[in-house]
């Protein structure tokens, strides 16, 4: 079979890559398919054409495959949020941990490392803290909403279309959001309909309402609500902010954060708070930490304490020990580990969590954290004292080979890698195998119905 572009062709999905779609091979020519599971026959069009591989979009499924679930969300074939909702999740679970076997084999180079299975999420739905709704002033009709003629394509706020920066779907109901959130998102629906101001357009950059952030304390079970606007109308947001304190206890901060930036991305200029603190607090274990708008804070809080207990099985502190942590953030690693170690250091680029990082050591009252703002390249060669025990836990992008050059130079005992992304996880371990034994990586499911795994790495010195 010769595959065109822009022609459609039937294919058999046999397989999911890496990246959550499906596969299928006329012929042994790899083609990549969103929205399809293992088994499904469809009918699909070239959309991207290499020598070596191709790209398909999704018209119909001829023949729906046995793994092929109904998802829960209705959103779910068409918002960029849960892809993998009609797969079940003991399946999801599979695949993820085969990812991460195939990442280490075919781009690491690493065929016998020991991956065990994955540790699996408590909640596969309302699992996530903080989730970030956009505005639209012509928001994107689903199927059905076409064909009602009642329906306007008028303000919608929720979340994008996959592929698009401009295309907001007008999410009712989220099913991985905790349930009082989609009541505070449809009253905010409402005000903002009958406010006579209109949604953000990201094509000309016009109309006032942007986005609303919404976070959630487990341990707590508070709320933090952000309206983020293009400009000022305290009057506005204020009655919004009123309305919401009255009819939610839970509601323990509201702001206003204003942004001109032509970005679609929710980050302020300025910050105004309208109710309560300007943070909420959340407990990973015994510790506490302050949630400000815009820190970093893993998104499944529940499974974060299962991560981070791996982590401190893996780094198997006595009390007498050196910990090094790169990439530290708001220093929730360190605060955890601090009570099992002599000292822990924290690198962190970003001032603002450096700040986080030594205001949330204070609240514990831990006096063992030091945290020191940077590039890692540079402050590392700074730092006399030389770490028995490094904690790397990266972006997405993995380590800068600079940084692994360091890491290699200074030669602790042991490396425990946290990472969000098996490709990069792969690619730097390979360069830290000539001097470091793999022992094991353990996978543990941050994010159910995506193609996302976190996992924990152990590293020997050899």
Known sequence: MTIKKRKAYELEIIDLAFGGRGLAKPDGFPIFIDRCVPGDVVFAKITKKKKSWAEGKLIEILKQSPLRNQGKCQYCNFCGGCKWQQIGYDIQLEYKKRHVIESMAHIGGLKDVRVNDVIPSDRIYEYRNKMEFSCSSKRWLLPWELENEEIKKDFGIGLHVPGTFDKVIDIKQCEIMPALGNKILEDVRV????????????????????FLMLRHSVAFDTWMVNVVTRVKKIDVVQNLADLLAQKYPQVKSILNSITDSKSGVAFDKEEIILFGEDHIKEKLGKFEFKISANSFFQTNTRSCEKLYSKVS????????????????????????????????????????????????????????????????????????????????????????????GQVLLIGPEKIVYVSCNPATLARDLEMLAPEYEIREIQPI???????????VALLIKK
């Open 191 to 210: 005000f903002i309909k009958e406010s006579g101001l209109s949604g953000y357009n990201l094509k000309n950059h016009e109309g006032f309402w942007r």
């Open 313 to 404: 099985e893996y780094a198997a502190l006595t009390g007498n020990e050196i910990v090094m942590d790169l990439y530290s953030g708001t220093g929730t690693i360190p605060i955890w580990l601090s009570d099992q170690a002599k000292m822990v250091y924290g690198i962190e680029i970003v001032k603002s969590a450096v700040i986080d990082a030594r205001q949330n050591a204070g609240l514990n009252g831990i006096e063992n954290c030091e945290f020191f703002e940077g590039d890692i390249k540079d402050v590392l060669p700074r730092l006399k004292q030389k770490p028995d025990v490094m904690i790397i836990d990266p972006p997405r992008v993995g380590m800068h080979k600079d940084v692994v």
């Open 445 to 455: 499911d941050m994010f159910p119905h995506t193609y996302h795994i976190e996992s």
